[in-house]
């Protein structure tokens, strides 16, 4: 019955993995050209919205009017979500206007002029080759698409980039960074050169089973550079334009767009997607990744099996053989520890308000990869994933106080008040104080990710109005039931245990605890740390669901292998030991986010290297609840098997 359970649910994984996928309920646009009344609730206009800036080189994203860009100030702003909020994004509309299947060609938007001797002109100027030597890419959207910019990579690839950049630097010395490389023109030493023109194609498919006009499929996007001397009338044609590093004076900056539309059958509206996510050689990784888990799992089930089924079932038939006092005095192994494998933990306190927490993280982390899943969080859908977490966080603060309560009552604790505060407080309250220093950090450098007053003061209304009453609620129901009645009773006095080896201490054993379980994890989490970092789109959820059950089932077995041995070594210090093996995933993978950071990463600046690894601390708690849960709950259904089926006097 297992096997077909596992065979299902790998199947549908790799449904969710491979199929063309959008978010249920998301109803597609119809367009069709001006003075067309043949097609009900059709649009002709084309909006183009601007998104945040951001670059590879910096954490720090910025608005689109930072950089001092043709804006259109009389529109309204679309509402942004709470995910999208946090992420720092904030789109706007744009003066970028087109009608469908009417071409433009070299159309001006706008004209933006500095004057070096204006201190705040020179500001904007500094701000903007600023941001071309970070390489920072614009983010523009069209009927809910990434405009995307697409060129060649090696071995005749295409790579289509949701993002282009505002322009390069060609550094005193001739060298071409960044996307100076794309034109040979670019050759003037120490110059900033601007992709002051853009080509936009823009494809569409007709619906012709329906009258239905068309849907856009895809738009594309070419940065170009003119000089185009003549404001009036530009050309879009002739030298580039570039800004002297150090150029003195007045200088000029015209925008121009062309658009061009396409008609192509072959994409469908429901895979409109797919050209981006297929130009991300992902896949063949990911199977590899889902093979070494796999391997790892199936190495890790046999030695539980070996141990369940041989060692342990001869244990407790030998056990239950004996018939008298003499025989179970010269026994050892985990049956003499039997009046004490129950005795309460020290801090248990401390253990019971971590626990809760981590099963709070449990469901929220399930719950929204199962959605993901389903495509409820696709791309399409943005901040659907950031906002889904936070509610369901909010919402399952009862099972976090109920968890909290239940453990602590039965590790014979009576301070009740402290236990729901701790509960309902301490964990939530390191990640917020976490997360408002780096809110700070980003408010004092500008940037757009740093979150508005009052998007704080609903976080904390959502955690002290409905978080906390949801936690004490949990709480009481946890302190009124029984306690937890364990299969053998606890002797008075504690029993000595021997020395130990090496490899039964406690502390190697959590540190090769963690191992197996960050083995199953760490392709996958280059991938996440990519998309967190790089600014790549994630979209594998059904890998990552996989990972996650995989991960679930690692930290399970490690625990109760290691747990096994230290029972059999006499040492009934079980359950924060249980607790930190799987814990110590944590360890490893804040080890390697600082290895990524060094050895991936072009992040640059004080501000930046600060925010990455504030943020990375606040991940590693999560990390390190969610995985310690898992591993205490397993060591304690295992101890709890093991010790209700020996005879004990």
Same mark, same amino acid.
């Given at each position: 019955?297992?096997?077909?359970?596992?065979?299902?649910?790998?199947?549908?994984?790799?449904?969710?993995?491979?199929?063309?996928? !959008?978010?249920?309920?998301?109803?597609?646009?119809?367009?069709?050209?001006?003075?067309?009344?043949?097609?009900?609730?059709?649009?002709?206009?084309?909006?183009?919205? %601007?998104?945040?800036?951001?670059?590879?080189?910096?954490?720090?994203?910025?608005?689109?009017?930072?950089?001092?860009?043709?804006?259109?100030?009389?529109?309204?702003?679309?509402?942004?979500?709470?995910?999208?909020?946090?992420?720092?994004?904030?789109?706007?509309?744009?003066?970028?206007?087109?009608?469908?299947?009417?071409?433009?060609?070299?159309?001006?938007?706008?004209?933006?002029?500095?004057?070096?001797?204006?201190?705040?002109?020179?500001?904007?100027?500094?701000?903007?080759?600023?941001?071309?030597?970070?390489?920072?890419?614009?983010?523009?959207?069209?009927?809910?698409?990434?405009?995307?910019?697409?060129?060649? %990579?090696?071995?005749?690839?295409?790579?289509?980039?949701?993002?282009?950049?505002?322009?390069?630097?060609?550094?005193?010395?001739?060298?071409?960074?960044?996307?100076?490389?794309?034109?040979?023109?670019?050759?003037?030493?120490?110059?900033?050169?601007?992709? @002051?023109?853009?080509?936009?194609?823009?494809?569409?498919?007709?619906?012709?089973?329906?009258?239905?006009?068309?849907?856009?499929?895809?738009?594309?996007?070419?940065?170009?550079?003119?000089?185009?001397?003549?404001?009036?009338?530009?050309?879009?044609?002739?030298?580039?334009?570039?800004?002297? @590093?150090?150029?003195?004076?007045?200088?000029?900056?015209?925008?121009?767009?062309?658009?061009?539309?396409?008609?192509?059958?072959?994409?469908?509206?429901?895979?409109?997607?797919?050209?981006?996510?297929?130009?991300?050689?992902?896949?063949?990784?990911?199977?590899?990744?889902?093979?070494?888990?796999?391997?790892?799992?199936?190495?890790?089930?046999?030695?539980?099996?070996?141990?369940?089924?041989?060692?342990?079932?001869?244990?407790?038939?030998?056990?239950?053989?004996?018939?008298?006092?003499?025989?179970?005095?010269?026994?050892?192994?985990?049956?003499?520890?039997?009046?004490?494998?129950?005795?309460?933990?020290?801090?248990?306190?401390?253990?019971?308000?971590?626990?809760?927490?981590?099963?709070?993280?449990?469901?929220?982390?399930?719950?929204?990869?199962?959605?993901?899943?389903?495509?409820?969080?696709?791309?399409?859908?943005?901040?659907?994933?950031?906002?889904?977490?936070?509610?369901?966080?909010?919402?399952?603060?009862?099972?976090?106080?109920?968890?909290?309560?239940?453990?602590?009552?039965?590790?014979?604790?009576?301070?009740?008040?402290?236990?729901?505060?701790?509960?309902?407080?301490?964990?939530?309250?390191?990640?917020?104080?976490?997360?408002?220093?780096?809110?700070?950090?980003?408010?004092?450098?500008?940037?757009?990710?740093?979150?508005?007053?009052?998007?704080?003061?609903?976080?904390?209304?959502?955690?002290?109005?409905? #978080?906390?009453?949801?936690?004490?609620?949990?709480?009481?129901?946890?302190?009124?039931?029984?306690?937890?009645?364990?299969? %053998?009773?606890?002797?008075?006095?504690?029993?000595?245990?021997?020395?130990?080896?090496?490899?039964?201490?406690?502390?190697?054993?959590?540190?090769?605890?963690?191992?197996?379980?960050?083995?199953?994890?760490?392709?996958?989490?280059?991938?996440?740390?990519?998309?967190?970092?790089?600014?790549?789109?994630?979209?594998?959820?059904?890998?990552?669901?996989?990972?996650?059950?995989?991960?679930?089932?690692?930290?399970?077995?490690?625990?109760?292998?290691?747990?096994?041995?230290?029972?059999?070594?006499?040492?009934?210090?079980?359950?924060?030991?249980?607790?930190?093996? #799987?814990?110590?995933?944590?360890?490893?993978?804040?080890?390697?986010?600082?290895?990524?950071?060094?050895?991936?990463?072009?992040?640059?600046?004080?501000?930046?290297?600060?925010?990455?690894?504030? !943020?990375?601390?606040?991940?590693?708690?999560?990390?390190?609840?969610?995985?310690?849960?898992?591993?205490?709950?397993?060591?304690?259904?295992?101890?709890?098997?093991?010790?209700?089926?020996?005879?004990?006097?």
């Amino acid at each position: 019955m297992s096997a077909n359970m596992f065979v299902w649910l790998f199947g549908a994984m790799m449904v969710a993995v491979v199929s063309g996928f !959008y978010l249920p309920g998301l109803a597609p646009v119809s367009f069709c050209e001006p003075g067309n009344n043949k097609v009900p609730d059709c649009k002709s206009s084309i909006e183009l919205f %601007v998104n945040r800036l951001d670059s590879v080189e910096s954490v720090l994203p910025y608005e689109y009017t930072a950089f001092d860009f043709c804006s259109e100030q009389k529109e309204k702003r679309p509402s942004e979500n709470l995910g999208q909020v946090l992420f720092g994004e904030r789109i706007e509309p744009s003066p970028y206007k087109f009608e469908f299947k009417k071409p433009e060609t070299c159309k001006k938007v706008c004209t933006r002029t500095y004057n070096t001797n204006n201190p705040n002109d020179k500001t904007k100027l500094d701000f903007l080759k600023k941001g071309m030597l970070l390489n920072y890419q614009h983010h523009w959207i069209v009927d809910n698409m990434p405009v995307t910019w697409c060129y060649d %990579v090696e071995e005749g690839q295409k790579f289509c980039n949701p993002g282009f950049p505002i322009g390069c630097y060609v550094t005193d010395t001739g060298h071409s960074e960044d996307a100076c490389v794309v034109n040979a023109n670019f050759n003037e030493k120490d110059a900033f050169y601007l992709f @002051n023109h853009v080509d936009i194609t823009i494809y569409y498919h007709i619906v012709e089973q329906e009258n239905l006009g068309a849907r856009l499929v895809a738009a594309k996007v070419e940065p170009k550079s003119f000089e185009n001397p003549n404001d009036d009338s530009p050309d879009c044609s002739g030298n580039p334009k570039f800004l002297k @590093n150090k150029h003195e004076g007045t200088f000029k900056i015209p925008y121009t767009y062309s658009v061009n539309f396409v008609e192509d059958k072959t994409i469908r509206w429901a895979s409109r997607w797919d050209y981006i996510l297929e130009s991300m050689p992902h896949t063949n990784i990911q199977w590899f990744s889902i093979m070494n888990s796999l391997v790892i799992v199936l190495f890790l089930s046999g030695m539980v099996a070996m141990i369940l089924l041989r060692t342990l079932h001869k244990d407790i038939a030998r056990y239950n053989q004996m018939d008298s006092v003499e025989d179970a005095q010269e026994e050892f192994g985990w049956k003499l520890v039997h009046g004490d494998v129950f005795r309460p933990p020290k801090k248990g306190m401390l253990l019971s308000v971590f626990l809760g927490s981590g099963t709070q993280i449990f469901i929220m982390t399930f719950v929204t990869l199962f959605f993901a899943c389903l495509g409820f969080l696709s791309p399409a859908n943005r901040g659907a994933l950031m906002t889904c977490s936070v509610v369901l966080w909010v919402l399952l603060g009862t099972p976090a106080g109920y968890v909290a309560a239940r453990l602590y009552k039965s590790f014979g604790g009576e301070k009740w008040k402290t236990n729901v505060l701790l509960t309902a407080f301490l964990c939530p309250g390191v990640v917020f104080a976490d997360f408002f220093v780096m809110n700070l950090i980003l408010w004092g450098e500008g940037s757009s990710a740093a979150m508005p007053f009052a998007t704080l003061v609903a976080i904390l209304a959502l955690w002290f109005c409905i #978080s906390v009453p949801l936690t004490f609620i949990g709480a009481y129901f946890g302190f009124k039931k029984m306690s937890i009645e364990h299969p %053998v009773r606890t002797n008075q006095i504690p029993r000595q245990i021997p020395e130990q080896s090496f490899y039964t201490k406690p502390f190697p054993g959590i540190i090769m605890g963690g191992i197996l379980p960050f083995g199953c994890i760490f392709i996958q989490l280059f991938f996440i740390l990519n998309s967190i970092w790089s600014h790549q789109m994630y979209y594998m959820f059904g890998f990552l669901f996989l990972v996650f059950i995989i991960l679930v089932i690692t930290c399970s077995e490690a625990t109760i292998l290691l747990c096994y041995f230290h029972l059999c070594a006499e040492d009934y210090h079980w359950q924060w030991r249980s607790f930190l093996t #799987s814990g110590f995933t944590a360890i490893y993978f804040l080890v390697y986010a600082i290895h990524y950071f060094f050895s991936k990463l072009q992040i640059t600046g004080l501000a930046s290297t600060i925010l990455y690894f504030g !943020y990375t601390m606040i991940m590693a708690l999560i990390f390190f609840l969610f995985t310690g849960t898992i591993g205490f709950f397993a060591c304690f259904w295992f101890v709890t098997k093991i010790y209700s089926v020996v005879k004990v006097d």
